[in-house]
């Protein structure tokens, strides 16, 4: 069965980066975009952005071009979303989840568990 | 990027009601429409694609409609397990926005 297992929780200072990880199992892992979404404390959600396996390339939502990175390591099937410069505003839990197979829409029918980071001095 | 707009953002309802929830799009997004169900923060859930194909397991007391900029998500008979957040997402292009949530509570 699909699963997106996700890294711990995180608490991180104010200025530093943050680099949560994502392992998936239960299928072609190279077949499939994964996605990343957050959820601030209380609030909807955002999407952040998008990252093909098979190729590396990344699609990013333009509020976090510059201070967003989506990688993956296709040996142990891992997708990562590492993310600079954090800010109070960027205390959220962080999801990753799964797109349908080979196209980029983010229709999302399996996702991660959530990785909470909290930002704070 | 395309604006969402569900509405109401809350509504309370009993058992055994019917409930209707709109999302509408800032432009056309054609059917490329789908609807989650969150509770109490844990990951979202899909329930519609396409703007009315189920997604498989869900009940088919779920249903989904529309096309273009206006979209309904339907309960026909609420049940106890149905309160919860739902929102709507469109998947017609980057970014794939959400829209605002709506959270279904007890009457």
């Known amino acids: 069965q699909v699963q997106l297992v996700q890294s711990g929780a995180e608490v991180k200072k104010p200025g530093a980066s943050v680099k949560v990880s994502c392992k998936a199992s239960g299928y072609t892992f190279t077949n499939y975009y994964m996605h990343w979404v957050r959820q601030a404390p209380g609030q909807g959600l955002e999407w952040m952005g998008r990252?093909?396996?098979?190729?590396?390339?990344?699609t990013y939502a333009q509020k976090f071009q510059g201070r967003v990175a989506m990688t993956r390591d296709t040996s142990i099937s891992v997708v990562y979303m590492e993310l600079s410069s954090l800010g109070s505003d960027d205390t959220a839990i962080y999801y990753c989840?799964?797109?349908?197979?080979?196209?980029?829409?983010?229709?999302?029918?399996?996702w991660g568990q959530g990785t909470l980071v909290s930002v704070s001095s | 990027d395309i604006q969402m707009t569900q509405s109401p953002s809350s509504l309370s309802a009993s058992v055994g009601d019917r409930v209707t929830i709109t999302c509408r799009a800032s432009q056309s997004i054609s059917s490329s429409l789908n609807w989650y169900q969150q509770k109490s923060e844990k990951a979202p859930k899909l329930l519609i694609y396409t703007a009315s194909t189920l997604e498989s397991g869900v009940p088919s007391r779920f249903s989904g409609s529309g096309s273009g900029t206006d979209f309904i998500l339907t309960i026909s008979s609420l049940q106890p397990e149905d309160f919860a957040t739902y929102y709507c997402q469109q998947s017609y292009s980057t970014p794939d926005t959400f829209g605002g949530g709506t959270k279904v509570e007890i009457k």
């Open positions: 989840a799964r797109g349908p197979t080979g196209v980029v829409a983010a229709t999302l029918g399996y």
């Open positions: 990252i093909n396996p098979k190729s590396g390339g990344a």
